[in-house]
């Protein structure tokens, strides 16, 4: 497996010229855009990792798939789904198009900004510090790993060139979608966006819900149902307006994020973390979708 991934790694870096480093937030172009790193954990206990599995990335959108699992915990399914829907958007992740002219005036799901917002104003806390707080100790958690913190390097470019997601979060607000402090749920988005992993990191996440919301030592975190909606939104909204192209040449449930990273889940077997930080022009790490369908194929990983 190990001599299968180096192998997929160097394959696969030659795409990296063909994207971009997201530049819209400050310190994110700093990372290097040929890098490439791949890590899987499977059920047996082996991790394999190749390329540049080590370097540190900021966590972005990837993020969203562990605020929804403590939202739902915290409010259950029914209450959150009241909020944001479940339908794919067909626009970029960052859209505010539709929800002005949905009849609803919800956010399509929770995957997209808007959608994601709205999920940071649901976990229970007194004020911002107290839910984020409660979320980066459940990001701890679920990836076995009491070292995660944010890189406020980052947190404070993201705060700083978030207008669009304030504005966002306003008109959630204006429509009764949000209903606690919008100032409040968006710090939580903008410090969860923040938070520094690696490729063996969210790999680690996708584990968790590979095995259906259960730690390694056996102990169950999220139900079973709580993990199958978050494996399935994965699906239909994981990889923003390119979610079905992957479902279809790459089969098992992704979640991006625009520091480079994506995780991967193959039910039952493995978790999946790749990172390369140059991106496609929808946002997704233009290398790791590469490298994740070659490895589908190789493996014959595909859900479907």
């Known amino acids: ?37 791949i890590c899987i954990l499977d059920n047996q206990g082996n991790t394999y990792c190749a390329g540049d599995c080590d370097t540190k990335f900021t966590i972005q959108s990837i993020s969203k798939i562990v605020s929804l699992m403590l939202a739902i915990l915290d409010n259950g399914e029914e209450y959150v789904f009241s909020k944001v829907g479940m339908e794919p958007t067909g626009d970029p992740f960052n859209s505010i198009r539709k929800l002005e002219s ?4 919800k956010p399509f799901n929770p995957m997209i900004n808007a959608g994601a917002i709205a999920i940071c104003s649901m976990i229970k806390g007194a004020d911002a510090r107290e839910k984020f707080n409660r979320l980066l100790e459940f990001f701890k958690l679920i990836s076995e790993n009491n070292t995660l913190d944010v890189n406020y390097k980052i947190y404070c470019g993201e705060s700083e060139t978030g207008n669009r997601n304030r504005s966002m979060g306003y008109f959630l607000k ?17 410090k969860q966006c923040s938070i520094e992993v690696n490729a063996h990191i969210i790999a680690k996440i ?31 909204c994981g990889t ?14 992704c979640k991006s994020g625009v520091g480079g990273g994506i ?3 193959v039910p039952g077997k493995m978790g999946i973390g790749v990172y390369g930080p140059s991106l496609d022009n929808k946002g997704n790490s233009i290398a790791g979708l590469h490298i994740l369908e070659d490895l589908s194929n190789e493996l014959k990983l595909s859900i479907f």
């Open 240 to 253: 923003y307006d390119s979610s079905g192209e992957v479902a279809v040449k790459i089969g098992i449930p």
């Open 102 to 105: 949905s009849s609803k005036k």
């Open 1 to 37: 497996m190990k001599d299968l991934l180096a192998k997929l790694v160097k394959k696969n870096i030659p795409f990296t010229k063909e994207g971009n480093v997201a530049n819209y937030i400050p310190e994110l172009d700093k990372a290097q855009k040929d890098a490439l790193g």
């Open 174 to 190: 204006g429509e009764g979608i949000i209903e606690g402090d919008v100032e409040d749920a968006l710090t939580v988005y903008f």
């Open 263 to 265: 995780v991967g889940v």
């Open 206 to 236: 996708g584990l968790f819900l590979a095995n259906n919301g259960k730690l390694s030592t056996g102990k169950q975190i999220i139900t079973p149902r709580i993990a199958t909606i978050v494996k399935t939104l994965m699906v239909t």
